[in-house]
């Protein structure tokens, strides 16, 4: 790829190198497609993942796309227009079906891509009826947005509807939390970022993802005990009492009752 780059190659070139080069990785880690995939009345619900008993993960078909591509990403199966490779969903109905029949589901994970490249009007068709199912306590959304469009928060056209949306969701007694993506410190610098993160202050540092093996996530790999310390350092400066606990691809850290990581 690199070569093809140097020579400024024709397009199509290029993209059959990256085609080539993406299907020697490995699209869907862990089994996803066969072992998360939920089951209701018979049907397969391709836009959701049952991963552990109390957590379900919903892929918003517009949301199916991201402001990035990290070179650890295991979710670019989802943005790369493969088209027999997302999963996604658009059936609302059928999400909020398949929750009522699973009263043990009390966390809900809203994810892509990044769910928030929808405008605020989409992203609430898929919110509010979680807000309806009494037993779903805990929303939680995974972005990039913070770091790459933070005006996300800030000056976009709807981004002050997005704060209401998640006033909504605190209002209703739940929680809510973003799963913020951060890779190098470089990232949080930006005097922008730090004013979408002011505006969305309550947010727990709670998570901490640990590589897996997708392809070249590499340069991202520390050694567990070294990202078990880390996790530890940062849960310090958080109020409440705080224990690191390792999970599949996550460190994290305890406030409450545990909630499952997401990917
Ligand atoms: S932000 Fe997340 S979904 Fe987007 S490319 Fe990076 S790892 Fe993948």
């Not at 939920?38 to 199916?64: A, C, N, S, W």
């Not at 990403?73 to 997302?86: A, H, K, T, Y």
């Not at 769910?115 to 919110?127: A, D, E, F, I």
Request: aromatic share 8%; hydrophobic share 40%; charged share 20%.
């Amino acid at each position: 790829m690199a070569d093809l780059l140097s020579k400024d190659a024709p397009r199509a070139e290029i993209q059959r190198a990256a085609h080539e080069i993406r299907m020697k990785l490995n699209p869907h880690p862990s089994g996803q497609l066969d072992a998360n995939v939920p089951v209701h009345e018979g049907h397969r619900k391709t836009g959701l993942q049952h991963t552990y008993p109390e957590t379900v993960l919903i892929f918003p078909r517009q949301g199916q796309t991201c402001h990035t591509y990290c070179t650890y990403c295991f979710r670019w199966p989802q943005f790369v227009g493969e088209s027999d490779l997302p999963i996604a969903t658009e059936d609302v109905a059928a999400t909020s079906a398949y929750l009522r029949a699973h009263p043990e589901v009390t966390s809900a994970l809203i994810t892509g891509g990044d769910p928030l490249v929808m405008s605020t009007q989409v992203l609430r068709r898929y919110m509010e009826p979680l807000l309806e199912i009494d037993t779903v306590r805990s929303i939680r959304i995974g972005t990039k947005s913070l770091a790459f469009w933070p005006y996300r928060f800030t000056t976009d056209r709807d981004a002050d509807d997005l704060l209401r949306l998640f006033e909504q969701v605190v209002a209703s007694g739940r929680h809510l939390a973003l799963m913020a993506h951060f890779t190098p410190p470089q990232e949080l610098r930006p005097p922008v970022v730090r004013a979408a993160m002011r505006r969305v202050r309550d947010m727990v540092p709670y998570y901490q993802f640990v590589e897996r093996d997708t392809g070249p996530q590499g340069f991202f790999g520390v050694p567990l005990a070294r990202g078990s310390q880390i996790s530890r350092d940062a849960c310090v400066h958080v109020a409440g009492k705080h224990e690191v606990v390792g999970l599949a691809g996550a460190l994290r850290c305890v406030r409450g009752p545990p909630v499952a990581p997401h990917h």
